[in-house]
């Protein structure tokens, strides 16, 4: 179940209503969403295979920029050449169609329209790395490789303040103790 205050931090953050939340995948350390579990169905209807969805629009804006330098084709070159890479690429892959099958079957979705499809190119291409970042922001580090290599790239973007409002940096470090 999602919060209401999570909802409307997520509209903030995406100028727009969210849609098939199924929860929050993970926090920014100023206690705000950043990514969103997603149903692999929308509201309606259609099918959504993006299961980690990247919210707060500073962390996007950065991967954004790592886009435009050439990374993706750097890493996709990778995946070609180092085959323990291309291994643990693949297990991000499954790991995602698990997941997803999960909260698919939570939400009493059947969508064969995207049965053994993730997203971010895996397991074969890098094509999104806001996707890879979510999962691994989400299912945390060690599942996809290429996720936590964004994740290293973009450093602290919460450490100038909250995408939106005032940043709950206090509150949420205090509730993890």
Same mark, same amino acid.
């Given at each position: +179940?999602?919060?209401? =205050?999570?909802?409307?931090? *997520? @509209?903030?953050?995406?100028? #727009? /209503?969210?849609? &098939? *939340?199924?929860?929050?995948?993970?926090?920014?350390?100023?206690?705000?969403?950043? $990514?969103?579990? /997603?149903?692999?169905?929308?509201?309606? !209807?259609?099918?959504?295979? /993006?299961?980690?969805?990247?919210?707060?629009?500073?962390?996007?804006? #950065?991967?954004?920029? %790592?886009?435009?330098?050439?990374? +993706?084709?750097? +890493?996709?070159?990778? %995946?070609?050449?180092?085959? @323990?890479?291309?291994?643990?690429? #693949?297990?991000?892959? @499954?790991?995602?169609?698990?997941?997803? =099958?999960?909260?698919?079957?939570?939400? !009493?979705?059947?969508?064969?329209? *995207?049965?053994?499809?993730?997203? &971010? !190119? +895996?397991?074969?291409? $890098?094509?999104?790395?806001? $996707?890879?970042?979510?999962?691994?922001?989400?299912? !945390? #580090?060690? $599942?996809?490789?290429?996720?936590?290599?964004? %994740?290293?790239? %973009?450093?602290?973007?919460?450490?100038?303040?909250?995408? *939106?409002?005032?940043?709950?940096?206090?509150?949420?470090? =205090?509730? =993890?103790?």
């Amino acid at each position: +179940m999602i919060e209401q =205050a999570d909802v409307e931090a *997520i @509209e903030q953050q995406l100028g #727009r /209503t969210p849609r &098939g *939340i199924a929860e929050v995948g993970h926090r920014c350390p100023c206690g705000h969403p950043d $990514v969103v579990t /997603t149903e692999p169905r929308l509201p309606n !209807g259609t099918p959504f295979p /993006t299961t980690y969805y990247l919210t707060c629009p500073k962390a996007a804006s #950065r991967i954004g920029t %790592l886009e435009g330098s050439g990374l +993706m084709k750097e +890493m996709q070159a990778r %995946l070609g050449t180092d085959p @323990e890479l291309a291994a643990a690429y #693949r297990a991000a892959h @499954e790991r995602y169609l698990a997941a997803r =099958a999960e909260i698919g079957a939570a939400a !009493g979705h059947d969508v064969p329209e *995207i049965e053994g499809i993730s997203a &971010g !190119g +895996m397991p074969d291409r $890098v094509k999104c790395l806001h $996707v890879l970042a979510g999962q691994s922001l989400a299912q !945390g #580090r060690g $599942v996809n490789p290429l996720g936590d290599e964004v %994740l290293d790239l %973009l450093g602290e973007w919460w450490a100038d303040g909250s995408c *939106i409002g005032a940043c709950d940096a206090e509150p949420a470090a =205090a509730a =993890a103790e």
